[in-house]
């Protein structure tokens, strides 16, 4: 039997040849457009490149967040370029230098295509930001972070809490409120306040103002007091302005991945009493995700009513690998370290595209590969494997 430390190692270097070897090669050799800047819009399930296609806000948000984090660990001049190119095309085309907040999607040539201004969206910009800043010190980028942090607070409901979903480009209220055609259309939604969280805890780590500490601490109140159902511990996933639920769906995904970004929240903002709570909460959360696990050794996507769809998203996957390792941290349990190896093994045997790099967007219930959704797009970024790679080096280490 090989010694803990012996694995450790193993596992370290597994997931730094994934993230070095595959992820990160993939999206510097395919994805940049040198033509019209920024990177391509799209990568179909074939690895067919459509240099026309739209680009969007998430995408290169993400991009900049992956390539300065992978900058900061591991201190490779290559990654830094191409955030600091992710960066330059963001404030070059997607920023509104009129109203404020960033473009939801623009044309392949840069121009704004969508000027709808999501929540969701200001949120992984300062996501990218802040890491941008740390890893390089920019104060041009900390200052971009700050701003997006303002602008995010000024539109926030002063009345019942939390974020508003959605904006015209100049502010203004919006009919169509949603992120995608599979949302509900409604004003508040978890998503997207989980995608305030998580930029929130990166921006605090640089900026330890009064505002920001003020502004997670009620984040993640609205958490254990809105969005988490008390008996289930499932996220609630759509609301009105009243916090009224409007949605019975379960997402495994969403779970997982709130389970450890809500241990990480309440880390940061470094209050003894509110981290005791938030992580016997987050506990409950991990272990109601696990009843989305299936005997193939992946995490199923979702469950509506009592059907469940047993189709396994890369992004499920890799959120349940490190969340179920923070579980494991937490609570001493060796259940969930192990269960977070089992969904890496998954990914190893089947997510990962081992002839044209990166990782398929789902497996099928059939076992097959999803070759209709996208390899690289507005919404298949580098993000969540990229990010569970550097979590589990950090973590394991």
């Known amino acids: 039997m090989k010694s803990i430390n012996c694995q450790t190692t193993e596992w370290i270097y597994g997931f730094k040849k994934e993230l070095t070897e595959n992820i990160l090669p993939y999206w510097i050799e395919k994805m940049q457009d040198f033509e019209h800047g920024g990177f391509y819009g799209r990568i179909d399930g074939n690895d067919v490149i459509y240099q026309e296609a739209n680009k969007g806000a998430i995408l290169h948000a993400r991009i900049l967040w992956t390539f300065s984090a992978a900058y900061r660990i591991l201190g490779n001049n290559e990654y830094r370029d191409v955030a600091q190119r992710a960066l330059d095309y963001i404030e070059s085309h997607f920023i509104d230098k009129e109203y404020g907040g960033t473009f939801w999607e623009l044309d392949y040539m840069g121009n704004p295509e969508n000027t709808k201004k999501q929540m969701y969206a200001q949120g992984f910009m300062l996501y ?69 969280l998580e930029p929130y805890t990166n921006l605090l780590r640089i900026w330890r103002h009064e505002d920001i500490m003020n502004a997670q601490r009620d984040l993640i109140s609205i958490f254990i007091d809105k969005i988490i159902d008390s008996e289930s511990y499932h996220l609630n996933l759509f609301f009105n302005d009243f916090w009224e639920v409007k949605s019975s769906a379960i997402s495994y995904g969403h779970d997982i991945e709130a389970s450890w970004l809500l241990t990480e929240a309440a880390e940061v903002l470094g209050e003894n009493g509110l981290l005791e709570r938030v992580n016997e909460v987050s506990s409950k959360i991990a272990k109601a995700a696990a009843e989305g696990l299936d005997s193939d050794g992946g995490l199923n996507y979702e469950k509506e009513d009592t059907v469940i769809d047993r189709e396994k998203h890369w992004w499920v996957q890799a959120e349940a690998v490190v969340g179920f390792y923070s579980l494991y941290q937490n609570i001493k349990d060796t259940t969930y370290l192990d269960l977070a190896f089992r969904i890496w093994s998954y990914i190893q045997n089947h997510l990962i595209d081992k002839t044209n790099g990166e990782w398929y967007w789902s497996i099928k219930p059939d076992g097959m590969p999803n070759l209709v959704d996208d390899k690289a797009g507005f919404w298949k970024c580098p993000y969540h494997n990229g990010r569970m790679c550097m979590e589990m080096m950090e973590r394991i280490k």
């Open 128 to 196: 990218g930001f802040s890491e941008f800043y740390r890893a390089t010190g920019s104060e041009k980028a900390l200052a971009m972070a700050v701003d997006t942090f303002r602008l995010i607070e000024k539109y926030k409901d002063s009345e019942y809490g939390g974020y508003p979903e959605a904006f015209t480009r100049d502010w203004e209220p919006i009919s169509d409120m949603r992120l995608s055609e599979k949302d509900a259309n409604e004003r508040k939604t978890m998503n997207t306040h989980l995608h305030i």
